[in-house]
DNA sequence: TACTGATTTCAATCAGTATTGAAAGTATTG
DNA sequence: CAATACTTTCAATACTGATTGAAATCAGTA
């Protein structure tokens, strides 16, 4: 495989991945095209780059740098800005990790709270709880568990935990 | 809150917290509905419970049956089909885990292999094979940890590896 | 076999997101 | 300050995937 097919298969796949993943087509090919770039680009190297038009590689761009996996890089004497991407894969895979907890496990653990407040009175009731409480003790430790993994480093992931889990 | 009230948060919660997780919306509630039923209900009691469409609920029931989520049950003397959710909420658990694993994981492994074929014959090339290795190196990890995680046991679950990553 | 009630399929439609592109905004330069 | 180079916004449009509902199919029953 060359490298521009390599190239083009990585772009194309890391979209139709991101789209599986809840995270939009076009965010995910920039980044995909920012992370294997050897220097950082401009906003029209990526349009032209992708076809995409000035508007939605805005947007993503901005999207992007939000969820901090790309930053600005001005270059001295240049009007335009400059980006490049996050490339410690383990601090791009602990910001994606932060990035779906809050939009995915957070949601669900505040409305587990908020309906943990069923009296309990009838057959019915008493399975709603019971059900309630059964969610509330996984996504509560699943809540932690991502938390402990965030805050600790490559290393550790790659060594320790893995080690325990196996 | 009363009990009605709870149930109508949940369903609803449950729904749009789906769509945020690549499930779609009516799946999630449907699976919503039949989680805190104190009893199995038939294709009729969920479409009018939800006030969907014959042909959405029972696509969806499918759907929830093809992922190990809910079960048919038939009554004895009774034409019709109800259904139950399976309550074990760690089976269901594993069930979700490894659905979008085989979705948003395991295609990522395949493209990442296939790209791994690039020659490192330029500065290009070394900055793509090695992206595509550090990626390897998380992805691979993760899913061994899936699998260990999935093939476990609630217990070992919410004792031991919460304990470890404590 | 014909009838009935239940389930499944699928083309048409709908709704929610993503994308575009033109217009407005901002900052730098001479 | 006016021109230029670039960035951002946003209403209109296009796409994608979800949903409907009518028709087809299936499975018991008489």
Redesign the interface.
């Known amino acids: 495989?060359?490298?521009e097919?390599?190239?083009q298969?990585?772009i194309q796949?890391?979209g139709?991945?991101g789209s599986?993943?809840?995270i939009n087509r076009t965010m995910a090919q920039i980044h995909a095209l920012l992370?294997?770039?050897?220097q950082s680009m401009c906003a029209e190297d990526i349009r032209t780059e992708l076809n995409i038009s000035m508007g939605n590689a805005n947007m993503n761009l901005r999207a992007l740098i939000d969820w901090g996996l790309v930053y600005k890089e001005l270059k001295p004497g240049e009007r335009k800005e400059y980006f490049v991407a996050e490339?410690d894969?383990?601090v791009v895979?602990r910001q994606i990790i932060t990035h779906r907890k809050k939009?995915?496990l957070e949601?669900?653990i505040r409305?587990l709270d908020?309906?943990a407040?069923?009296?309990e009175?009838?057959?019915?009731?008493e399975?709603?709880c019971k059900?309630?409480r059964?969610?509330q003790?996984?996504s509560n430790?699943a809540d932690?568990?991502l938390d402990?993994?965030v805050r600790s480093d490559s290393n550790w992931?790659?060594g320790t935990?893995?080690k325990?889990?196996?």
Chains 1, 2 share one sequence.
């Open positions: 495989m060359t490298l097919e390599g190239k298969r990585f796949s890391w139709t991945l599986n993943w809840g992370l294997i770039a050897p490339k894969m383990w895979i939009k995915e949601p669900m409305v908020e309906v407040g069923v009296q009175v009838c057959t019915e009731s399975e709603f059900v309630v059964d969610l003790l996984f430790k932690s568990a402990t993994l992931f790659v935990f893995m325990m889990i196996k």
